[in-house]
């Protein structure tokens, strides 16, 4: 029942945000184009405020072609709002020092959004490979681990992008594939044959649940995961060619990880690696001795000028750092959340080698 009212809440807050967004770009830019018709404008953004809420409400619950498609163009609006916002603020903050001739401020900010969006969607289509090394101990030959985080598998990503993220996986002759949250999606019904790629990855799999995963329902997570060969660890250890692998769950409480870390066995000799969805953390890892830490969550952003708004919220945005001992990887995801739109940041499939010292 709290996570219904979490969800409630949570969707209450996205629409009134939606709103006011819609309500402002659609009457600054039909001010800037000079357009008067003020009962048009306020059924675009009544249509363009409510249209992703009940499309995802339709898939939900009758999930068809026509459903799909009226998602994926409500979810790409979103994306293409965002961005008329960020242009409309660059404009009216420009116009306070310059004087703009509106009409042809008004086209331009429209014509750059439609190339932004053109761009955006393209990239979105895209997962690049990225591979580092990391000095491990206590290991006599390299170890190729990939890390998938945040591909979110739903209406839009679906079976086919399934296929092609496994099959670029296999290229990467991994010796684990470990999956750091957010498999799914929450926008569509999970079936299980869309997860059925997974059991083509060559090697073992391990998976830790996200934030989307809590959103979604737990038991169905494991309706559609149990049946493939993905192991879901839930505040456990696994053990694999002498390392420790340590699968914490997404929670909302504050001191979680370090909970979940005190009331597990980690053997202090034996070296570690820690999936836990959430970049946060570091320093409790390092105080039980973990060497790697492997998360994901905040798509790098996924569209700018998001990522300034997300590396605020979340000091250790994308990449590799480190604190003493050790080291903490953040992916930018395999896949993409709400518009299926990348800029200033990419899809990616990670291989982290590990290597003996």
């Known amino acids: 029942m709290k996570r219904i009212y979490k969800i409630l809440i949570m969707s209450v807050i996205f629409f009134l945000g939606f709103f006011t967004l819609n309500y402002y770009i659609f009457l600054r830019i039909a001010f800037l184009l000079g357009f008067n018709q003020r009962e048009l404008i306020l059924s675009l953004i009544i249509i363009a405020s409510v249209s992703y809420p009940i499309a995802m409400f339709i898939e939900r619950n009758l999930s068809n072609i026509y459903t799909r498609i009226l998602y994926t163009f409500s979810s790409i609006w979103m994306g293409i ?8 603020i660059v404009y009216d903050i420009l116009n306070i020092i310059l004087i703009l001739p509106s009409f042809i401020s008004g086209i ?8 932004l969006t053109f761009y955006s969607l393209l990239n979105s289509l895209i997962i690049h490979k ?3 090394e990391i000095p491990f101990p206590s290991i006599n030959s390299d170890i190729n681990v990939v890390q998938l985080s945040d591909i ?12 092609k993220v496994v099959k670029k ?20 019904r999970l079936h299980k044959k869309t997860f059925k790629a997974l059991d083509k ?21 494991y309706r559609i995961l149990n049946p493939t060969k993905v192991k879901i660890l839930r505040n456990d250890i696994f053990k694999f060619k002498g390392i ?7 929670s909302f409480k504050k001191n979680n990880l370090k909970d979940v870390l005190s009331s597990l066995e980690i053997e202090k000799n034996m070296p570690s690696i820690l999936m836990y969805h959430v970049p946060q953390g570091l320093k409790v890892a390092n105080e039980f001795g973990i060497n790697l830490q492997i998360s994901g969550h905040t798509h790098s952003g996924q569209i700018i000028p998001f990522n300034i708004l997300v590396k605020v919220l979340f000091p250790y945005f994308n990449g590799l750092y480190k604190f003493n001992d050790s080291y903490l990887y953040v992916s930018a995801g395999t896949g993409t959340w709400g518009p299926p739109m990348r800029l200033g940041s990419s899809n990616e499939i990670t291989l982290i080698v590990l290597k003996p010292i």
């Open 130 to 132: 990225k591979r580092f």
């Open 169 to 188: 996986t296999n290229e990467l002759n991994p010796d684990i594939v470990l999956i750091t949250g957010d498999l799914v999606d929450g926008s569509a």
């Open 81 to 88: 709002a965002f961005f008329l916002l960020f242009l409309l």
């Open 201 to 221: 990855i060559k090697c073992p799999v391990l998976f830790v649940i996200g934030n989307h995963e809590v959103y979604e329902g737990l038991n169905e997570v």
């Open 108 to 115: 331009t900010i429209i014509v750059f959004s439609s190339l």
């Open 244 to 250: 420790q692998i340590i699968g914490v769950d997404y």
């Open 152 to 163: 979110h598998i739903g209406s839009i990503r679906n079976s086919g992008y399934m296929e």
